[in-house]
């Protein structure tokens, strides 16, 4: 999982990929910490790109993805958000909604 620090690098993964997952974050964010773990492992095994935005670091991540919170993972398909997970979400209902993306 690539971490991007600048609005542009966000912007460029978006549409350079057909299917790309982007978990937006904060250092002092506990349920964003407890999420590591679980994105991590679907980072590794899922066929998509992962990518990682502090939202501290780049706060113009909000705009872009219209996110009020986070945790908040954003799944996109050919440079459209088609599903997002917010908070603590179990593996198996994130899994469910990529494949839903990557087949559809």
């Not at 690098?9 to 590591?36: F, I, R």
């Not at 679980?38 to 066929?47: D, H, R, S």
């Not at 997002?84 to 994130?94: D, H, N, R, V």
Request: charged share 25%; hydrophobic share 40%; proline share 6%.
């Amino acid at each position: 999982m690539k971490s991007l620090h600048t609005l542009a690098e966000l912007e460029q993964a978006v549409t350079e990929h057909d299917v790309v997952v982007v978990d937006l974050y904060a250092t002092w964010c506990v349920p964003c910490q407890q999420m590591l773990p679980v994105i991590g492992e679907l980072a590794e095994t899922m066929p998509v790109p992962f990518y990682k935005v502090d939202i501290d670091e780049v706060p113009e991540a909000k705009d872009f993805t219209g996110a009020k919170a986070v945790p908040m993972l954003l799944i996109y398909k050919q440079g459209k958000k088609r599903e997002f997970a917010f908070g603590i979400t179990e593996k198996t209902k994130i899994e469910s909604k990529l494949n839903r993306v990557i087949r559809g």
